[in-house]
C-alpha cells in the first residue's frame, strides 16, 4: 500500500463551497486499490495553511503529498510544474510581493511525474494539461511551503499540486467553465495511482508560448 496525503482547501471568497476539498474528500472515503489516503481541509490564509499541512503529514507520515485547489476560469484539471517563493496577492496580510520562506530557493519543481499525471488523466477522458503557474495567492504558498518541507526535512517524500475548476453550481449565475466534483475525483484517483507507480516522468510537450 502507498501511502498518500491529499489536501484541499476551506471555501474562499464569499464562495459556499470550495472543488478542490469536495473532490479530495470523496477521494479518500473511496481510494485507489494499493492506495491509502489521508485527507485534510486546509484553511485558505498563509501561515496558517502550512502550519497544518505539517501537522497532517507528520500525523499521516506520507510517501506522497498532493496539494489541491480551486483555480476559478480554469476550463481543465491542471498539474502544477513549479511553485515560486512569493506572496502577493488583494487580502489584508499582503502588502507587496513578500518571499514565503525568506533567503529560501527562488522556485522549486514538483517531484511528482507531472506530465505522466496529465497523460494519465486524458486518458480517462477527463481534460488535463500542465501549469507553469501557480498563482501568488495560498495555493502556490501551500505548493511551495510543502516542497521547501520535504526538500529540506523529507527528502523521501514526494509532492505537487493540481489545480481543478469550479463545479457546476458555482457558475450557475457567470460564465466559467466547470467540471463535476465526480470527475475531479476520478482524476485525482489516476493521479495519485500514477504517482505511485511512476517515478520518471514521461517525455511528452506539455510548455506553454505565453
Known amino acids: 500500500m502507498t501511502r498518500v496525503l491529499l ?52 500525523e499521516a507520515r506520507p510517501e506522497i503529498v498532493v496539494c ?19 506572496d502577493d496577492a488583494r487580502i489584508p496580510d499582503s502588502s507587496g510581493a513578500e518571499p514565503i520562506v525568506p533567503g529560501g530557493p527562488a522556485a522549486y519543481f514538483a517531484t511528482l511525474p507531472v506530465k505522466a499525471c496529465v497523460a494519465a488523466v486524458r486518458a480517462a ?19 511551495y511551503g ?24 458555482q457558475v450557475t449565475d457567470r460564465s466559467q467553465p466547470s467540471l463535476p466534483a465526480a470527475a475531479v475525483t476520478r482524476a485525482l484517483h489516476e493521479i495519485m495511482v500514477t504517482a505511485a507507480h511512476t517515478r520518471t516522468d514521461v517525455r511528452l510537450a506539455g510548455g506553454a508560448l505565453h
Not at 489541491?68 to 512569493?86: F, L, S, W
Not at 477522458?125 to 505548493?143: D, M, Q, R
Not at 510543502?146 to 453550481?169: D, I, M, N, Q, S
Open 68 to 86: 489541491v485547489g480551486q483555480a476559478g476560469g480554469r476550463p481543465d484539471i491542471t498539474v502544477e510544474r513549479v511553485a515560486i517563493n512569493v
Open 125 to 143: 477522458g477527463l481534460p488535463a494539461s500542465v501549469s507553469n503557474t501557480a498563482g501568488t495567492f495560498v495555493c502556490n504558498h501551500v505548493f
Open 7 to 58: 489536501t484541499g482547501f476551506a471555501p474562499f471568497d464569499g464562495e459556499s463551497v470550495n472543488p478542490s476539498w469536495q473532490a479530495v474528500r470523496a477521494a479518500a472515503d473511496e481510494p485507489p486499490a494499493g492506495i491509502e489516503v489521508s485527507a485534510v481541509e486546509l484553511p485558505c490564509v498563509y501561515g496558517a495553511s502550512v502550519a497544518v499541512l505539517r501537522a497532517a503529514i507528520e
Open 146 to 169: 510543502l516542497a521547501h518541507l520535504l526538500a529540506t526535512e523529507l527528502p523521501g517524500v514526494r509532492g505537487g499540486f493540481v489545480h481543478v475548476p469550479y463545479v457546476p453550481e
